[in-house]
């Protein structure tokens, strides 16, 4: 009866399909909809003024810039606990090297350091194949502790650059009409939607992340794909500590501490899975969206912190467990 | 002599999963004190029964009593406590837990309104039901994982007797012990015997069975093939019965002529396995779960370590990863669909075109609109019935999930084909056209795809046993492994069997047939 049933209903069958698809890809989305027209209705229409908008944006920037490379990793069914260590090296090294060089080599040498970080991070997890969660734990911890022996435990002084003006508002003449550094992620977004998507790369993380074993038995070559995945991790960890110095403009070691938490839960609030195969950059972007359009519209209504954390966690929660529920009613 | 209650029967079960029954009208009986063997060959329906048996699967119809009364598990806990106890071929234990704790676990001794376990009586419980089964040479204290496998298997028979099972389920109980150890186990099942318990004895070793058995029951597509008193039958007979029939027209033939030598085995390890396939032939290995062919099949691919001897695909000598395998020109099958085979949750075109993303892009890239066109061929050709090329594989029946995985092979284009366990678990009309697609395949038929230029970025890359493809030709060569002989004898041109480890020689397949096949592959050589 169950057969006679499916093949009577293929036709409906595909619709449904094609529906849960547009589903699964946009769920978000209207998720992140919803928040907005809560906050727009209990704010005013001033919420969506462009100025406030863009407050949004400069908010998130470096939580996205970060599960930018966490959706990467996640979709190969890793983890990165080192995200927030590595940004505040990343701001560290930016300051240090501010002392003798130019911003763009300042730049790019924290980049470097967060690369490197993340290559440490994929040799240890494919060579001494201990878990993801395990080895990043451990060098969330190292990275941290390196970060304050380079600075001394201290905040670093730097000279005034450009790279502060990374995430200032577009009207005092840098950038074209938003913050160069919003221009940027949005760049790199779109950059790594695309490796995901339409490279071999991409398409090697989905299935290591979906099933190992079928992608080994598939020849992929699994270490050298874990590796380059960590290493692009860390250096858009690093790329995110850059943006993080220019908010502050010192070096700071202990900044960012568990920023790491924020950048996963962006991840999954837009779809991604801890058990791999599954996550979009879309989603991601949507999810730290997400998050900053509650703190900033929870501070705008004049409610306190704690709020602000418990609606979080909820829709942390509230999203997978919407999730699990979609997929079992699919089953 | 009165002939009193049977202990366990089983009477007129049957169980449909879908549209194929796995059981019809089955029966079987087993008294107090007497080992009843269950024979029949992978896919008999043994499993499922055993299943029932033990409340993870509920009967469609059909009735079973303990000692008379009704017998209607719920559940495995509810066939636990009836008495009922299960030792599976993989062990259940808690590996981290001593051996009282793992003896007692669900049933722990406890003290008090809290609940408190009560060690000193946990300990007595072990102590005793290890004496019960002869090993008071174990200690209580012991880490399980400490435990050698027969230990282990002692202590989940000692588990059994302290719930105090009146029926015991043996499945395939020596198939990771030692000989010594397997003599000790069939001491002990005497002694169980003495004790009065109903053991039911699976096992695909006729041999064993007609050592340790006093009964048997046949079963054979789901039905009672035959029983007996082991001691007045002969195992010719048992087998004959295990095998009946074949369907002849299932297995297309077409001609087919023997070309160059597509991979060479010399003395490799583990396997002890020498042979040679040829493009334009299909060589079988047979044997029974667990004989070791899946382990030959993966040092071969690469995904197990070659401990010795030289395997030689085509042009390339030794030993390789899975992704030079591929690239000179060999693709494997995994056993294990869902596990392995297939990434569930990726979509059909994802998992076809895994091995071989090159020909869909330039440079690295892969092009989704190339990715469904190139599966959506596939899924035409091999009428793979799904929504279309993007839907989850995970969605799809066990049938198509094989078919979507055989469709890698095709989409790869590869020359050596080696396919562990091709039909396991699926529909008959699936079967058949894996059967005509084998066939066509070796005889060069129609499913061959069209050729594609050799190269890309990731083939060209410097390792010096994967630059470009060894030969274009039209045949391609089969290397298959099955333990469903009526298949290998339809299927293949040459067949060779495997037993404890061991490969034997190659012989053409007029020279086997199904009973020669199970004797040899059981361990009852046959002359």
Redesign the interface.
Known sequence: M??ALAVDG?VG??RV??AR?LLDETGVLIGLVIVALLFGALIGPQFFRAANLELVARQTVIVCVGALGMTMVIVSGGIDLSVGSIVALSTVVTAVLLREHGPAVSALGAIAAGAGCGLINGLLITQLRVVPFIVTLGTMLLVRGAAKGLADERRIEAPITWLNNLLRTARDGSGVLLPTGIWITALLAIAVAFTL???????HL??IG??E?????????INRTKVAVYTIAGALAALAGVMEFSKLSVGDPTVAVGLELDVIAAVIIGGGSLSG??GSVVGTIAGAAIMALIQIGCSQQGLPNWVQQIVTGSIIVGAVALDRWRARVAA | MAEPVARLQMRGIGKSF??TAALDDVDLIVRAGEVCALVGQNGAGKSTLMAILAGALKPDCGAMSLDGSPYVPRDPLAARQAGVAMIHQELSLAPHLTVMENIVLGVEPTRGPLAIVDRRRMRQIAEAALAEVGHSDIAPDALVSDLSPAAQQLVEIARARAIGCGVLVLDEPTSSLTQGDVRKLFDLIARLKRQGIAIVYISHFIEEVKQVSDRFVVLRDGRNAGEGATAETRTEDIVAMMVGRTIADLYPRGTRSRGEAALELDAVVPGHATLTLHRGEVVGIAGLLGAGRTRLLRAI?G?APVKAGRIRVAAYGGAA???????QGMG?L?E?RS????????SVA??MT??R??PL?PR?????ARQRRAASKWIERLDIRC??A??PVA?LSGGNQQKVAVA?LLHHDVDVLVLDEPTKGIDVASKAQIYRLIDELVSGGPERPAPHPSGGP?TSAPHETGVGRPFQGRQKAVLLVSSYFPELLGVCDRIAVMSRGSLGPVRHVSEWNEHSLLMEASGARAS
């Open positions: 169950e057969r293929s069958r595909a399909v094609a698809r998507r339409y490279t071999r790369f991409g398409r989905f299935a979906s099933s074993r079928t992608a080994r038995l598939c020849g992929v070559r195969g599954k | 879908g549209a691919f995904l990863t899975p992704n030079e395998r591929w690239r494997m995994s294990d596990g392995e085979g297939l990434a569930r949750g990726l994802d998992n895994l091995s993303l090159e892009g690295g890239l892969v092009f989704p929504a279309d993007r839907q969605e890698r990731e």
